[in-house]
């Protein structure tokens, strides 16, 4: 059975730094892209970066860049979302996702982790 | 920036037929955006539904389809269940790595 779970979630201070991790099993971690979704309390979905298997290419959306760095150890089937300079709108709800279709969509979910950016 | 539309709301009927659009604020959705959907009751994580247009996920009955319907994807719910009230998300995949949500339609089975 596949499972996703995430961790590492609190509350931070503006212009912090906290690091989400995500551990997998129940699969073969190494040979799926994986992706962090957040959901902003009482908003929608947001895609906010993704990984390939060997970690030669990382994507982002605009709002994170720079700020936020997502890793992944095959060795340990885990998952990271390194999240620096934290501002208020980061506030959110994170998802570790596995990636299905080469990237293009998510398959499976972890329960989330919610991240607290307030002074 | 291209924004992905979705109806804000939705009412079904138990036992009716219900679809859900998925579309660009510029332009047509087809499959070469590997449109797909999910569902998400409050409180839980997203469940995948479909992918890649039209394949349903592990386990996910067959009331639930995908299609492209003239300019954009399409969630049809067939026989639709108390259950079924949840907020349903599609994604497109835009390239260059980068994938965006719609904003979400809430769905209301009454």
């Known amino acids: 059975e596949v499972q996703l779970v995430d961790s590492g979630g609190g509350l931070v201070q503006p212009g912090g730094s906290l690091r989400l991790s995500c551990a997998a099993s129940?699969?073969?971690?190494?040979?799926?892209?994986m992706s962090w979704v957040r959901q902003a309390p009482g908003k929608g979905l947001e895609w906010v970066a993704n990984?390939?298997?060997?970690?030669?290419?990382?994507y982002y959306v605009d709002s994170v860049k720079g700020r936020f760095t997502i890793s992944r150890d095959n060795a340990k089937n885990s998952l990271y979302l390194q999240m620096n300079n934290l501002r208020a709108e980061d506030t959110a709800v994170y998802y570790c996702?596995?990636?299905?279709?080469?990237?293009?969509?998510?398959?499976?979910w972890g329960q989330g982790t919610l991240v607290t950016v307030s002074s | 920036q291209t924004v992905v539309t979705q109806e804000p709301s939705f009412s079904v009927s138990p036992g009716g037929t219900v679809t859900l659009t998925c579309g660009l604020s510029?332009?047509?959705?087809?499959?070469?955006?590997?449109p797909s959907w999910y569902q998400q009751t409050p409180g839980q994580a997203p469940r995948t539904l479909i992918y890649?247009?039209?394949t349903r996920s592990s386990g996910v009955p067959d009331r639930f389809s995908g299609s492209i319907l003239g300019n954009k994807a399409a969630l049809t719910i067939t026989g639709a269940q108390a259950d079924d009230e949840s907020d349903y998300y599609c994604v497109l995949y835009m390239g260059g790595g980068i994938s965006v949500f719609g904003g979400g339609t809430k769905l209301t089975v009454l």
């Open positions: 990984i390939k298997q060997d970690e030669s290419e990382k």
């Open positions: 996702a596995r990636a299905a279709v080469w990237g293009r969509s998510f398959d499976y």
């Open positions: 890649s247009t039209n």
């Open positions: 129940g699969f073969t971690f190494s040979t799926y892209w």
């Open positions: 510029s332009g047509s959705v087809s499959t070469s955006y590997y």
